[in-house]
């Protein structure tokens, strides 16, 4: 029931204002009956005094019988329980009930004389408390007459008030504070209750329930704030996130169609240039044949053997584009192996080596030791390379530095082999580098344009990634990336172990 934090902050607020009102009706209600107690008391004492001053007047006079008169006229009071005169002794001389005349005073009554008490409280032998008050009557030698010299106390007038009706009204009092700190703790409880369900809950609830539906992807979603507060603050912060979060969905959905779209036209493109490719290389291969036959005709003195040498140039030209084409077309389907990228680099560098521009290239290799082996078809990976570098080579123009390092690194949960082909040339401007990877997309005379496309196809067949950074001037660097198989180890000889 407490689960809420709001349920919690009412349940606090009662407790503190019921504990602070308890208190102070508490206090208000000890002053007020000690004021009422005080009261009595004084009435009490002005009772005995009236009776006392009476009672001496008579008994000045000697007149005795007055005396049970006057004991008797207060005793109708309804607020006594008794009023009387006993000796010293404790024997009832005088009383408002005249057949308490000659019995004992109560014990309690004649203990307070004995102790030289004026006041105590007691239960009456009817029932109801008494203020019992003791007024010891001194002798003086206007009582010698009728009571002798020798005692110093004649008499003691003892008088016992009722205080029932002082504690019905204490009572009444009591339950009056009682039943207003109620009152005043339920009224406040549902106040705070009030306000903090209004205030807080309502709001809090419809932002509970909205953001439930921004979670099951509705977002039109929007909050109405009543107020400029807190909430109405966090209403329209929540609105601005949801508009963020639907203007970012809008354009990952575009994005997505486009990527669809794209991928769907590379698709065609790719069917389409097999086709083709496949439709021109067949006369193709004819025609290199005929002009293979055409030379042999001619003896090499021939000025025309020259131009047919030229024309199989352009044929071999064609070829390569051709082969290119089928392959991006139809890459075909890898053969995997484990494959140390440390040897297939090596292996790439020694051909690239023999390349006509790499005579003036100069190299760097920093190839780690002890690289974990990949999964993958090493022809594929090897012509991925292969091309990086030629591409790399044609950028540096002739002279250069063509640096390679393999290294692993850690990202994704996983282990990778990475291989990075750096070259000094040129470099490429953002523009360029946006378009390297897309079909046919080339800047260079005699281009395909196709190169990269297959590259980043091959990678990707092979589990792998192809990233390029890029500074105009300063030269790129090709990245590689290919996943390391959880059950392979490097043995101690430095060979590749699977488990
Ligand atoms: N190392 C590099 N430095 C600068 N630019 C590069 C580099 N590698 C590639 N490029 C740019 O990327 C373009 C596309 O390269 P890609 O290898 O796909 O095709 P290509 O080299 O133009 O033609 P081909 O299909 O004959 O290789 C290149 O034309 C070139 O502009
Ligand atoms: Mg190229």
């Given amino acids: ?47 005995l005094a009236t009776i006392e001053k009476s009672i ?28 009387r005169i006993f000796s010293p002794s404790g024997q009832i001389l005088k009383s408002a009930d005249a057949t308490e005349i000659g019995q004992w005073a109560s014990p309690q009554d004649f203990n307070l004389f004995q102790q030289n008490a004026k006041e105590g409280v ?42 029932s009706e002082m504690y019905t009204q204490l009572r009444e009092i009591s339950q009056m504070f009682v039943v207003s700190t109620l009152a005043i703790i339920a009224l406040l409880a549902a106040g705070i209750s009030y306000i903090m369900i209004r205030l807080l809950q309502r709001p809090l609830d419809q932002i509970t329930r909205s953001m439930w539906q921004v979670e099951e992807g509705n977002l039109t979603v929007r909050l ?8 109405g603050r966090l209403m329209l912060g929540f609105n601005a996130m949801v508009g963020n979060l639907e203007v970012a969905q809008k354009e990952l959905q575009n994005l997505h169609y486009q990527q669809m779209e794209r991928a769907d036209r590379l698709a065609s493109i790719g069917e389409m240039a097999a086709g083709l490719a496949h439709e021109i290389k067949n006369p193709l291969a004819g025609i290199s044949g005929a002009i293979s036959v055409l030379a042999d005709d001619h003896n090499e003195e021939d000025p025309r053997k020259d131009i047919f040498g030229q024309i ?23 053969e995997f192996s484990y494959a140390d990228i440390n040897n297939l680099l090596k292996q790439t560098l020694l051909f690239v080596a023999q390349h006509p521009e790499a005579r003036n290239i ?42 390679v390092k393999t290294l692993t690194v850690h990202h994704d949960d996983k282990i990778w082999v990475r291989a990075e082909i750096r070259d000094n040339g040129p470099g490429m401007a953002p523009a360029v580098l946006e378009q390297i990877f897309t079909p046919f997309y080339t800047t260079k005379t005699q281009g395909t344009g196709l190169c990269l496309p297959i590259c980043r196809q091959l990678m ?20 590689l990336e290919l996943p390391v198989l959880e059950n392979v180890e490097i043995l101690d000889d430095g060979r590749i172990g699977v488990l």
């Avoid at 607020?13 to 000890?30: E, V």
């Avoid at 109405?224 to 909430?231: L, R, S, W």
């Avoid at 089928?326 to 890898?334: A, D, I, K």
């Fill in 1 to 47: 029931m407490f689960k809420s934090v709001i349920s919690r902050v009412i349940l606090l607020n009662i407790m503190l204002l019921a504990l602070g009102i308890g208190t102070l009706s508490l206090f208000h209600l000890h002053r007020e009956q000690s004021h009422h107690i005080a009261a009595t008391q004084k009435s009490a004492r002005l009772l």
């Fill in 56 to 83: 001496f007047n008579s008994m000045r006079l000697g007149n005795s019988a007055e005396v049970q008169a006057i004991l008797e006229l207060v005793g109708h009071s309804h607020a006594l329980e008794g009023v």
């Fill in 122 to 163: 007691f239960q009456s032998k009817s029932g109801p408390r008494v203020l019992s008050m003791i007024r010891p009557i001194v002798s003086d030698e206007r009582c010698f007459k009728c009571h002798g010299q020798g005692r110093k106390v004649i008499g003691v007038l003892n008088m016992n008030f009722s205080l």
């Fill in 224 to 231: 109405a704030p009543k107020n400029n507060d807190e909430v």
């Fill in 312 to 334: 199989q140039d352009q044929i071999g030209r064609l070829d390569k584009t051709v082969n290119d084409l089928l392959y991006f077309g139809r890459p075909g389907e890898p």
């Fill in 362 to 403: 100069g190299r760097v290799e920093e190839l780690t030791s002890q690289l974990p082996p990949v999964w993958v078809d090493q022809k594929q990976i090897q012509q991925v390379l292969l091309n990086i570098c030629i591409n790399a080579l044609q950028a540096m123009d002739g002279s250069g530095m063509l640096s």
């Fill in 460 to 479: 990707e067949n092979n589990g792998g990634t192809l990233q390029v950074e890029s500074q105009l001037g300063r030269g790129s660097c090709f990245i």
